[in-house]
């Protein structure tokens, strides 16, 4: 990171700002093709360190998966303009998460359970959930494995 005065290697921190960030964007690459997409997430926590999406059972995203699994994820958080006199002394405060890492689908019911009970976790905030057995069958839950994670902040 070439700003060493705003990284945070402090997990606790990185995971709070997960907490806080309303969507996670995954970079993928096929080839000289890149693509990214926007997704609402759940995140596992300590000390798994997985990051759960759902989707449709097909798509680009799904297609490009299955043939290069290694993606890019970001996601961040307190957003806060601050203006000057000058134009280009304005800035945007921030907290932001950078990783990498393998996206895996998921096949089982119990860690299909799992996944959606963390995404539903991040933005329902309760402990409980019920599902409908058609869900099962029409959504793809996948699983990242993070393999490398940052934060910054300004």
């Given at each position: 990171?070439?700003?060493?005065?705003?990284?945070?290697?402090?997990?606790?921190?990185?995971?709070?700002?997960?907490?806080?960030?309303?969507?996670?964007?995954?970079?993928?690459?096929?080839?000289?093709?890149?693509?990214?997409?926007?997704?609402?997430?759940?995140?596992?926590?300590s000390?798994?360190?997985?990051?759960?999406?759902?989707?449709?059972?097909?798509?680009?995203?799904?297609?490009?998966?299955?043939?290069?699994?290694?993606?890019?994820?970001?996601?961040?958080?307190?957003?806060?303009?601050?203006?000057?006199?000058?134009s280009?002394?304005?800035?945007?405060?921030?907290?932001?998460?950078?990783?990498?890492?393998?996206?895996?689908?998921?096949?089982?019911?119990?860690?299909?359970?799992?996944?959606?009970?963390?995404?539903?976790?991040?933005?329902?905030?309760?402990?409980?959930?019920?599902?409908?057995?058609?869900?099962?069958?029409?959504?793809?839950?996948?699983?990242?494995?993070i393999?490398?994670?940052?934060?910054?902040k300004?």
């Amino acid at each position: 990171m070439r700003r060493s005065d705003r990284e945070i290697s402090d997990i606790a921190e990185i995971e709070s700002i997960i907490g806080k960030a309303d969507v996670c964007r995954i970079a993928i690459a096929n080839d000289d093709y890149p693509y990214i997409v926007t997704l609402n997430f759940g995140y596992s926590g300590s000390p798994r360190k997985e990051i759960y999406f759902h989707c449709a059972p097909e798509g680009k995203k799904l297609d490009m998966i299955r043939k290069n699994n290694f993606v890019c994820f970001q996601m961040d958080a307190d957003h806060l303009l601050t203006r000057a006199k000058l134009s280009c002394d304005w800035g945007m405060g921030y907290s932001s998460v950078t990783g990498y890492g393998r996206i895996h689908f998921v096949d089982n019911i119990e860690e299909k359970t799992f996944g959606l009970n963390c995404i539903m976790k991040h933005y329902g905030r309760m402990n409980q959930y019920n599902y409908d057995e058609k869900t099962f069958a029409r959504t793809v839950v996948l699983r990242l494995d993070i393999e490398e994670i940052s934060g910054k902040k300004k």
